[in-house]
């Protein structure tokens, strides 16, 4: 079985509520308007966000748009935009997980939906390839989750068939999609449920 892990929300940190809450404590007071927010911000990962998540405009461009989709001042939503690779840290316990796994005899790729600079970032502060042996980046191949094409891509990377993958995502749509092209995959909220499933599944001892 090949293991295929999201990025955000499942390797690397990511909680878009509290994240804008840290950021913006002038405007956000609460995690439901921090959410709110979030919700404006990222477009849930469509719109703006969904172009720079594809390489197809980037990080200046983003910003730009976003002021002027919302009316949030240039300053604020830069700020933003510039403190996601800081926000983006490890999670120590999907770090075990993956360290657990490679012992087991898995093979690991990742798929993400990630922009250049964020990706880029990653790449550079932790050894993905020693991690990984392959993934694919949305802003690498200009497709993002959960796109038939993105999932298409993936599997011509990983070289084995769809139902020898196993994916590992935190937003329900993603897992959807893969099921859909007859991948294996189950929603992830955190490590230790994630552990329990792969356990099931005879993936990992007890």
């Known amino acids: 079985m090949k293991i295929v892990f999201d990025f955000g929300g499942v390797v690397f940190r990511w909680h878009p509520a ?20 979030a919700a404006i911000f990222f477009q849930n990962y469509g719109g703006d966000w969904g172009l720079f998540d594809q390489g197809l405009i980037g990080a200046d461009e983003v910003v730009r748009r976003i002021s002027a989709r919302t009316g949030w001042p240039l300053g604020d939503v830069a700020a933003v935009v510039r403190a996601v690779p800081d926000e983006l840290m490890l999670i120590p316990a999907t770090a075990v997980l993956i360290r657990d796994l490679r012992a087991a005899g898995h093979t690991l790729h990742y798929l993400s939906n990630m922009p250049e600079p964020y990706a880029a970032h990653l790449a550079k502060a932790h050894p993905l390839g020693e991690w990984f042996e392959s993934g694919v980046f949305s802003s690498h191949v200009k497709q993002i989750k959960p796109s ?20 590992l995502d935190d937003h329900p749509a993603n897992v ?25 599944r005879r993936l990992l001892g007890a």
């Open 18 to 37: 509290s994240f804008l809450a840290r950021m913006w404590p002038h405007r956000i007071e609460t995690l439901e308007q921090g959410a709110a927010a």
């Open 176 to 200: 959807e999609a893969a099921l859909s092209r007859d991948w294996q995959a189950f929603l992830f909220t955190d490590a230790a449920s994630a552990r329990r499933e792969l356990v099931s």
């Open 148 to 167: 038939a094409e993105m999932f298409a891509i993936a599997e011509r990377r990983f070289g084995v068939p769809p139902e020898e993958l196993l994916f």
